[in-house]
C-alpha cells in the first residue's frame, strides 16, 4: 500500500522561505512520478511541481517556478519541496504525490490521479 506523508509546513512572512518534506513507502521510485499538488479554500487543486524517475526530468507550475525547486533523497525515500520568495497566494494545504508511469506517460497525470497524502498546512502572512 502506498503511503505518504507530508510535514514541514507552517506560518511564513511574504518574502520568506519553507522546505517541505515527504517520506514514501510501498512503491518503486523506479516506478513512480512523484511530487506535489496543493489547494486552497474555494479553489480547485493545481500541480505545483512534478518529478518523473523515467529521466529525472522536473517540472514546475508557472506561478512557482523560479521560486521553488524539487529535490529527492532516494535512500532516505525522501522527496523536498524547497519554497522561496513565499506569496501570500501560495497559502494552501500541499499534498504529496505518486502515481505510476507507465500508466498514463505523464509526469501531471501520474501525480492527479495517482495517490495522495494528507498534506500540510502552508500560511503566509502579508
Known sequence: EVQLQASGGGLVQAGGSLRLS???SGF???DYAIGWIRQAPGKDHQGVSCMSSS???TYFDESVKGRFNISSD???NTVYLEMSSLKPEDTAVY???AGPLRAYGHC???L???SWGRGTQVTVSS
Do not use: I, P, Q, R
Request: charged share 20%; net charge neutral; hydrophobic share 35%.
Open 22 to 24: 515527504c517520506t514514501a
Open 95 to 97: 499534498h504529496c504525490a
Open 55 to 57: 529521466d529525472g526530468s
Open 28 to 30: 518503486s521510485f523506479d
Open 108 to 110: 501531471w497525470l501520474s
Open 74 to 76: 532516494k535512500v532516505k
Open 112 to 114: 492527479n490521479f495517482g
